[in-house]
């Protein structure tokens, strides 16, 4: 008998964490925590815990010792453990890689490993262990002061099988999508939620299974400004890859940064919200190039062509990528 959906046994409520490796543990924790904001909850021998102003979990965001730069473990909240064993049994039924992934995430309980089809390794949880909101201990804000871990970018040979998985299976809605033109049309990437935002997760056509990057929200526009003074001052100008502008496509503000190890992450604020399932999502056509930038100068080639490399299932090493289906944007005109 069918464990039936996911989206029809389980309750997916967020993503819940990311986690980067980073080869010099020391530098990556003082350039996250000291010069953009974030708030250490936990070490280990190996990791540095980190969350948000508005994160009321253990961490929402970890830096991992690795012997290379790339994407650990990605992390999404379920409402309860009972979510897990019938997740368990629909990952069972649909031969993907799955098991009890063990507990050495400090404060993080029982974790669901799956090999998903499009070849990320995710873990679900349930239960992670509460931490004080810092919304109003100022005193405590340094940097940006990002608000909360706000959603993960993933490049995939397949968007439209990401996609698919993502709503008929997961039970995301689609707040925006990008597709191409008849009589190949598809589509090219998506934003996906559970919690009420734009996305907790973009699904982008590209060499893949890889990361993007990840983004953290924050509480004001000129926040964004701030940080790539504070980044310039810090001397990390060059670190600042793409923006500040703002984008077509959730309307948001953003500049794109690489922190020391090369790793990929996002300013971002004023999107909006979701989670009305009545609202159709919001499609753009690949031939608008608005759809990226709204306003603000072109993205730079390495914006469109380095990723961050994902982990194995079991976690031994960092996957090789394969092309994507379709032919680069035919806006993707950067020279
Ligand atoms: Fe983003």
Redesign the pocket.
């Known amino acids: 008998m069918s464990a039936g959906r996911i989206k029809d046994i389980a309750n997916i409520q967020k993503l819940g964490h990311i986690e980067f490796r980073t080869t010099d543990l020391e530098r990556a924790r003082d350039f996250y925590v000291n010069l953009i904001g974030l708030h250490e909850t936990a070490r280990d021998d190996n990791r540095v815990y980190l969350r948000c102003t508005e994160d009321r979990q253990h961490h929402t965001f970890v830096l991992r010792r690795a012997d290379a730069a790339g994407v650990g473990t990605i992390g999404f909240r379920v409402a309860s453990d009972d979510d897990l064993e019938r997740m368990k049994l629909r990952f069972e039924e649909l031969g993907l890689p799955v098991r009890w992934a063990g507990n050495d995430m400090l404060g993080q309980g029982r974790t669901l490993r799956v090999q998903d089809p499009l070849g990320f390794t995710i873990d679900y949880y349930a239960e992670i262990a509460t931490v004080p909101w810092l919304v109003q201990s100022y005193h405590l804000h340094k940097g940006v002061s990002p608000t909360r871990i706000d959603?993960v970018?993933v490049l995939t040979p397949d968007a439209q099988a990401g996609y698919d998985w993502y709503t008929q299976e997961l039970g995301f809605g689609c707040a925006e999508y990008t597709e191409s033109e008849p009589p190949d049309t598809r589509i090219w990437a998506s934003w996906l939620f559970r919690k009420a935002t734009v996305h907790d997760i973009?699904v982008m056509t590209g060499a893949g299974p890889a990361a993007h990057?990840v983004?953290f929200s924050l509480p004001e526009p000129m926040g964004i400004i701030r940080a790539c003074d504070m980044l310039a001052g810090a001397g990390y100008a060059d670190n600042l890859e793409r923006g500040p502008a703002r984008h077509g496509i959730s309307n948001a503000l953003f500049v794109y940064v690489r922190d020391p190890d090369g790793n990929r992450f996002?300013l971002?604020t004023g999107d909006y919200l979701t989670g009305d399932t009545s609202a159709e999502p919001i499609r753009w056509s690949l031939n608008n190039p608005v759809r990226q930038t709204f306003w603000g100068a072109p993205p730079p080639r390495r914006w469109f062509e380095e990723s961050m490399a994902v982990e194995t299932f079991d976690g031994s090493a960092l996957q090789q990528t394969k092309p994507p289906l379709l032919p680069p944007v035919p806006n993707y005109v950067l020279d």
């Open positions: 959603h970018n973009a990057h983004g996002e971002y």
